[in-house]
């Protein structure tokens, strides 16, 4: 399984960008995916979540409003299209695949140990 993360670049503060993930070697329709990030210095963070079964996303508080996660299963690909970037956004992004077709609880979709395959990681840059 390889999960290939694109979409990075340099975005000036206000702009938009969106990320893509290809994945090869298993199917994103029936697994949980989700976006994590790790700033400069700082520890890696959550960022949003797509469930199996219901589809249902999740978003950390930071980006909720601003930032959409979504799958197209065609394409077996996950995205996250990023509106309103403010420099905090400045970070690596990383996606990641649960291994379990089953659907995790609400409280769990942030933990990254509930992730099974991860990305190489795209760096976003928010700056003037």
């Known amino acids: 399984v390889q999960l290939q993360a694109s979409g990075g670049g340099l975005v000036q503060p206000g702009g938009s960008r969106r990320l893509s993930c290809v994945v090869s070697g298993r199917t994103i329709s029936s697994y949980t995916m989700g976006w994590f990030r790790r700033a400069p210095g700082k520890e890696l963070e959550w960022v949003s979540s797509i469930n199996t079964g219901d589809n249902r996303s999740y978003y950390a508080d930071s980006v909720r409003g601003r930032f959409t996660i979504s799958r197209d299963n065609a394409k077996n690909t996950l995205y996250l299209q990023m509106n309103s970037l403010k420099p905090e956004d400045t970070a690596v992004y990383y996606c990641?695949?649960?291994?379990?077709?089953?659907?995790?609880?609400?409280?769990?979709?942030?933990?990254?140990?509930?992730?099974?395959?991860w990305g190489q990681g795209t760096l976003v840059t928010v700056s003037s």
């Open positions: 990641a695949q649960r291994k379990s077709p089953n659907r995790i609880v609400q409280s769990m979709v942030g933990v990254p140990s509930v992730y099974d395959y």
